[in-house]
């Protein structure tokens, strides 16, 4: 029998341990236009400012949106037409339920009122709510897919979780914190996390947004106002941001939430049965 060289050893031994050294790396996602990172911008709360400042300021960079309405909010009321013409020219309309309904246990949670308090409404009762947010905005957008922003990321309503109850009639559904997403492959469609930016420079938000191209994978911000009304990030730190993503095309794709998502579900095989009328063809 022939003895092994020295040379024929090292080759041997590389080749046994390459597995090995690959196995903890990530593939890179493949976003439809060669991107490094998906970038979605949403908006809670169907806020004035979200008409006056958001929507004028994401068309001049040629972005559309994802604008999540409590069906109860005052604009809804006073300024439909504008919410509808906005899903027509692009923007997606979202869940965000009917009464905005939060638990009113929490730390700092003062201002839940106690008739719209998660605590002591149930489980069906909010689904039930849910699905009727739903039929409200396709009277006003005319479309039949849809994604659910959780209002406050609670889940529970009077110790049972009412989002399982509603999950499968949604595209995605925005739940948990953390503005970047850590793996796409392994990403739960119904709790892809957000990060809520409020007071920040456009700085601190072009980092998320670079922190998601570094990672190839996508970057979930959740806004209220902008340069007014609450939990606001001024006019400037938003601009700033677009305009960084604006100049860098090439890096991130930006896009509203469901067209964002009908793409990672189609991408990683998951079952578009439930939910999902509208989905979109992926390359």
Not at 38 to 47: E, F, G, K, N, P
Not at 165 to 174: C, D, K, Q
Not at 233 to 246: G, I, T, W, Y
Not at 255 to 265: D, G, S
Request: hydrophobic residues 45%; glycine residues 8%.
């Amino acid at each position: 029998m022939k003895a092994i060289g020295p040379m024929s050893m090292l080759l041997f031994a590389t080749v046994l341990a390459a597995p090995f050294a690959t196995a903890g790396e990530r593939e890179p996602f493949h976003w439809p236009g060669g991107q490094r990172a998906a970038v979605s911008l949403a908006y809670d709360d169907a806020l004035d400012s979200q008409l006056d400042n958001a929507i004028p300021a994401l068309e001049r960079h040629g972005f559309r949106a994802s604008f999540y309405l409590p069906l109860s909010a005052d604009t809804l009321r006073t300024r439909l037409p504008e919410w509808r013409a906005a899903a027509a020219r692009g923007h997606e309309l979202g869940n965000h339920t009917l009464f905005h309904q939060c638990s009113g246990s929490g730390e700092g949670r003062d201002w839940v009122e106690p008739r719209r308090d998660l605590d002591t409404t149930t489980a069906a009762q909010m689904a039930d709510q849910v699905r009727l947010a739903n039929a409200m905005l396709g009277a006003i957008d005319g479309r039949s897919a849809r994604t659910l922003a959780v209002p406050c990321g609670d889940a529970v309503a009077d110790g049972a979780d009412y989002v399982e109850l509603v999950e499968r009639e949604f595209v995605a559904i925005r739940l948990g914190h953390g503005a970047v997403v850590e793996d796409m492959a392994m990403l739960d469609p119904y709790a892809v996390s957000v990060d809520t930016p409020a007071d920040v420079t456009g700085a601190q938000l072009i980092a998320i947004v670079e922190d998601a191209a570094r990672q190839d994978t996508m970057a979930n911000l959740t806004f209220h106002g902008v340069g007014g009304d609450y939990l606001a990030v001024s006019n400037e730190a938003h601009e700033a941001l677009l305009d960084h993503l604006a100049r860098h095309p090439d890096m991130y794709w930006v896009a509203p939430f469901i067209e964002i998502m009908q793409y990672v579900r189609r991408r990683n095989g998951i079952d578009d049965s439930a939910g999902q009328r509208d989905l979109k063809q992926v390359p």
